[in-house]
T-cell receptor, first 115, second 111 residues
Framework: NAGVTQTPKFRILKIGQSMTLQCTQDMNHNYMYWYRQDPGMGLKLIYYSVGAGITDKGEVPNGYNVSRSTTEDFPLRLELAAPSQTSVYFC??????????????FGAGSRLTVL | AQSVTQLGSHVSVSEGALVLLRCNYSSSVPPYLFWYVQYPNQGLQLLLKYTSAATLVKGINGFEAEFKKSETSFHLTKPSAHMRDAAEYFCAVSVSNRLAFGKGNQVVVIP
């Protein structure tokens, strides 16, 4: 029972490089999310998806892209890495977006440093 | 817009003392509220949630929270802190198919 799996756990990028953070879930959840966590700032939503083929922007989407070709996978792409994207990234999923039942299962996080 | 506010980023509590973490919400409709906990180097996990069934909600590890509409609050408490409670705690509100999180409280337990 893997839950939500994120790779890589750690990565150092140079300014201007590109990379993809991988996220996969094995719970057949319809909803998937990408958050970033910065010290003292809580979690900010980057992008989310309500099902395969459907994605939408969150609070802080600039500099990121996502796709959802399958129910299981929701990769996050950084096209031109900037120091401001240094953060810890969390992928999460939930069975439904229904407000009262919207319990998220989180991955362990990916720590990204851009130098 | 629906949101939550957590004050005081760091909270120190002595082992065995009361843990009290404050969360106030802003919502024009009855909110769905959550508390999540994050242990070091891990993702977040659900502590408890309020979905209007009962105003006093009990969660895991001895935590509970009380929904008070008149005060627009959903404070988290635990009667007696344990060393294993050292973690970061987040209050969240459900907004249009996603959660909006507060800034979190880092709890330090002093032996």
């Amino acid at each position: 029972n893997a839950g939500v799996t994120q790779t890589p756990k750690f990565r150092i990028l140079k300014i201007g490089q590109s990379m993809t953070l991988q996220c996969t879930q094995d719970m057949n959840h319809n909803y998937m999310y990408w958050y970033r966590q910065d010290p003292g700032m809580g979690l900010k939503l980057i992008y989310y998806s309500v099902g395969a083929g459907i994605t939408d922007k969150g609070e802080v989407p600039n500099g990121y892209n996502v796709s959802r070709s399958t129910t299981e996978d929701f990769p996050l792409r950084l096209e031109l890495a900037a120091p401001s994207q240094t953060s810890v990234y969390f992928c999460a999923s939930s069975l439904t977006g229904n407000s009262g039942a919207n319990v998220l299962t989180f991955g362990a996080g990916s720590r990204l440093t851009v130098l | 817009a629906q949101s939550v506010t957590q004050l005081g980023s760091h909270v120190s509590v002595s082992e065995g003392a009361l843990v009290l973490l404050r969360c106030n919400y802003s919502s024009s409709v009855p909110p769905y509220l959550f508390w999540y906990v994050q242990y070091p180097n891990q993702g977040l996990q659900l502590l408890l949630k309020y979905t209007s069934a009962a105003t006093l909600v009990k969660g895991i590890n001895g935590f509970e929270a009380e929904f008070k509409k008149s005060e627009t609050s959903f404070h988290l408490t635990k009667p007696s802190a344990h060393m294993r409670d050292a973690a970061e705690y987040f209050c969240a509100v459900s907004v249009s198919n996603r959660l909006a999180f507060g800034k979190g409280n880092q709890v330090v337990v002093i032996p």
